[in-house]
């Protein structure tokens, strides 16, 4: 599935959790904010747990109940795993909603370390199959980023071109802030 080219206006979801308790099984509110390019166009809302195995078919149903989808040419993840370790089968999710996703990192991961924290949770090695399945770390500019249903190539040239300001696609960093005032009635730093 081919990304549209420039000048053709990109539309994506970026989808962040917000600030979580630290217990097991808690409750973590996922956020997604859909921008056209750069603009703000919408926002989906879901919830997941936890350390769970619940993040993948939580975004699944988020996205395809909503208005969005149908528009939708890219799916973006912050990270491969919300609420602490609740990983995304990165290619079950492109699968399902037959769109192109990546997992957008800020700096390429230390794989190891997640992987020694996976390895104390129950199910370590269900965890670690789908951390695995996600694939290759790429780098393009500022980004690292796993991507599946598109090219490596044309996943960092929608990052490029989904990005105002910063390093962070606009809509990553619209659900980055967004997650926090849900949370602490405020929008915090490091978006």
């Given amino acids: ?9 990109l539309r994506a979801v970026g989808l962040d959790d917000a600030p979580f308790p630290r217990r097991r099984g808690a409750i973590v509110p996922i956020v997604g904010v859909v921008c056209a390019g750069t603009r703000f166009e919408g926002m989906v809302y879901g919830r997941a747990h936890k350390d769970g195995f619940d993040a993948t078919d939580v975004v699944v149903a988020m996205l395809a ?7 939708l040419h890219l799916v973006l993840l912050d990270g491969v795993a919300f609420g602490g370790l609740n990983v995304v089968d990165l290619p079950e999710l492109a699968r399902r909603l037959s769109k192109p996703c990546a997992s957008v990192m800020r700096r390429a991961p230390d794989l190891a370390a997640m992987e020694r924290a996976i390895e104390k949770l129950p199910s370590a090695a269900r965890r670690l199959a789908i951390l695995r399945r996600a694939g290759e770390i790429h780098a393009s500019g500022p980004f690292h980023f796993q991507a599946h249903g598109a090219e ?3 996943i960092a040239d929608a990052l490029a071109r989904l990005t105002d300001v910063g390093n962070v696609p606009e809509a990553l960093r619209l659900a980055h802030l967004v997650g926090g005032a849900i949370v602490h009635g405020e929008s915090g730093r490091g978006a």
């Fill in 1 to 9: 599935m081919p990304l549209p080219r420039a000048p053709r206006v």
């Fill in 65 to 71: 109940r909503s208005k969005f989808l149908p528009q």
């Fill in 152 to 154: 490596p190539a044309e």
